[in-house]
């Protein structure tokens, strides 16, 4: 099955993808991760993502739609995948459709603006693994460090409330467009995303019949 996870920043797609690609043993490409992964390793793609990611601003349509489209055409993808975080713009959403995918559901989890900001700025990120934690609402045991590796957690520079409200902007007017895309071709599938973790993950196996 083919997945895109929808939705504003901070909603939970990261957390419900984790779950997604274990239940179904198929990976989950989460553009926001492979642009940071570039930025970490110093490439040029990861030093030009840079100030518009710290920024809170979009990538350019074609860096990402390149990386997607590498990403899909490897094997472990064959069996099916997660687009996390893509698209994001109708361009991007276009590319994809011109790259031949056949994409299955689109779940979009809702969460009001309200809620974002707790959320993104009580995230804690493993700086080994990318483990992702919440102060209140999915502790590490030691809120520290991380319960897989041990590495220290650390604050993602665009979870600060500042760079959190020009991401919230920037959803409303580039990403939100592409509800009504995935609604004219009858794949959009809304979660209820402002319950427990737990319970969104109830939904979106519902949702998915698994
Ligand atoms: P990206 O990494 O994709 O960020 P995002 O979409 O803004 O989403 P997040 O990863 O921040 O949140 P999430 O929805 O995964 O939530 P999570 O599960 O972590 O992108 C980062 C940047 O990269 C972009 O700003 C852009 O610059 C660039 N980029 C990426 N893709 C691009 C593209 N296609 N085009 C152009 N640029 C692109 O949950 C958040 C927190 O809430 C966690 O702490 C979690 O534990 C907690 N939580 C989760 N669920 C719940 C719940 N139900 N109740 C309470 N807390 C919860």
Redesign the pocket.
């Known amino acids: 099955m083919n997945i895109i996870l929808f939705?504003p920043?901070?909603?939970?797609?990261?957390?419900q993808a984790d779950i997604i690609s274990e239940t179904m043993s198929i990976p989950t490409l989460?553009?926001?991760?492979m642009?940071r992964e570039a930025m970490k390793a110093g490439t040029p793609m990861g030093l030009a993502a840079k100030s518009?990611?710290e920024a809170?601003?979009?990538?350019s349509d074609e860096v990402?739609i390149g990386i997607v489209k590498d990403r899909i055409a490897q094997d472990d993808c064959k069996n099916g995948f997660i687009l996390?975080?893509?698209?994001?713009?109708i361009p991007?959403a276009e590319a994809l459709d011109a790259m031949g995918t056949k994409i299955d559901v689109v779940l979009d989890i809702e969460v009001p603006d309200e809620a974002i900001v707790e959320?993104?700025s009580?995230?804690r990120l493993c700086s080994a693994c990318g483990a992702?934690?919440?102060v209140k609402?999915?502790p590490s045991e030691d809120g520290e460090t991380c319960d897989k590796c041990g590495a220290p957690l650390t604050l993602r520079k665009?979870d600060k409330p500042e760079v959190v409200e020009h991401?919230l902007g920037v959803y409303h007017a580039e990403t939100e467009p592409l509800i009504g895309y995935y609604k004219n071709k009858n794949l959009l599938v809304t979660v209820d995303?402002q319950?427990?973790?737990a319970e969104?993950t109830a939904l979106v196996k519902k949702a998915l019949g698994i």
């Open positions: 939705g920043p901070g909603a939970g797609k990261g957390t989460s553009t926001g991760a642009l518009a990611i809170g601003s979009l990538v990402v996390d975080g893509f698209p994001r713009t991007q959320r993104m009580g995230r992702s934690y919440h609402f999915n665009d991401r995303g319950k427990s973790p969104v």
